[in-house]
């Protein structure tokens, strides 16, 4: 079955990395991915900014020139970036912004509304938060309100599973990732989300899994093939998130 990996990072020290509370990545450039994703039938996928490249965008670009076009970007921006810069990201294949509520690295949630509505107009980009679901009722009528939307990892934790699950039933998009860095149910989590919308889960390798309690393993697709029929494993492993990145 064909994968479109819809959330991994690169990490090469060739470009500024920033220490992020007290942490420093390991070096995993496009050849490590490559190498480590082989026989795993990717197709196209989409290379996230992690917290400790914040503003950087040169990384990112190297990244999607030797990876090709099936590949795409998610990109953390200042708020002060021109019109001109972001259609130029877009030119170059960046296809959302990203908040990165959990690490820092990114513009924070009081520009989010403003911020993903004019990435939105400009381009059609969504934006994509790193958050806690146990915090989204704070912004829930926010992120209901806009256009596009997806939640990282599940959005995390157990006890906000209801709230992202609210959330799913107004279209925000969730991305099935991170099964070694949640704190829930992973397959309840998978199942709830898919019976409201079909279309909502996008998995993603989360590769290199920085600071994940266990990295991504071959089990964690397993578990979507095992866990629902052929034609919704191949939602979920490929044409939401092509359908949601390429649309």
């Known amino acids: 079955?064909?994968?479109?990996?819809?959330?991994?990072?690169?990490?090469?020290?060739?470009?500024?990395?920033?220490e992020n509370q007290g942490y420093v990545p390991p070096s995993y450039i496009?050849?490590?991915?490559q190498k480590e994703t082989t026989n795993y039938n990717i197709v196209g996928g989409a290379i996230v900014s992690g917290s400790f490249q914040a503003f950087d965008q040169n990384y990112l670009i190297n990244a999607l020139e030797k990876m090709g076009s099936a590949f795409c970007g998610v990109t953390?921006?200042?708020?002060?970036?021109?019109?001109?810069?972001?259609?130029?990201l877009h030119e170059k294949g960046v296809r959302a912004l990203r908040f990165n509520v959990k690490r820092g690295g990114s513009e924070d949630l009081s520009k989010l509304d403003y911020f993903a509505r004019r990435v939105f107009d400009l381009t059609g980009w969504h934006s994509e938060l790193y958050i806690d679901a146990k915090d989204l009722p704070e912004i829930a009528s926010t992120i209901a309100s806009l256009p596009a939307i997806s939640i990282d990892h599940l959005g995390l934790s157990e006890e906000g599973l209801p709230h992202l699950l609210q959330l799913v039933e107004k279209g925000v998009r969730v991305k099935a990732t991170g099964f070694g860095r949640v704190s829930l149910?992973?397959?309840?989590a998978l199942t709830s989300i898919y019976a409201i919308n079909p279309n909502a889960l996008m998995f993603g390798t989360d590769l290199p899994s920085t600071r994940a309690k266990r990295p991504f393993a071959y089990s964690d697709i397993e578990c979507i093939q095992q866990l629902f029929d052929t034609a919704a494993a191949e939602r979920i492993l490929f044409k939401n998130a092509l359908n949601w990145y390429f649309k």
């Open 1 to 18: 079955m064909n994968i479109f990996d819809a959330h991994f990072h690169i990490i090469d020290f060739n470009y500024p990395i920033t």
């Open 76 to 88: 953390q921006l200042p708020f002060s970036v021109t019109d001109n810069d972001i259609l130029d």
């Open 185 to 188: 149910d992973v397959e309840n």
């Open 30 to 33: 496009v050849e490590d991915y």
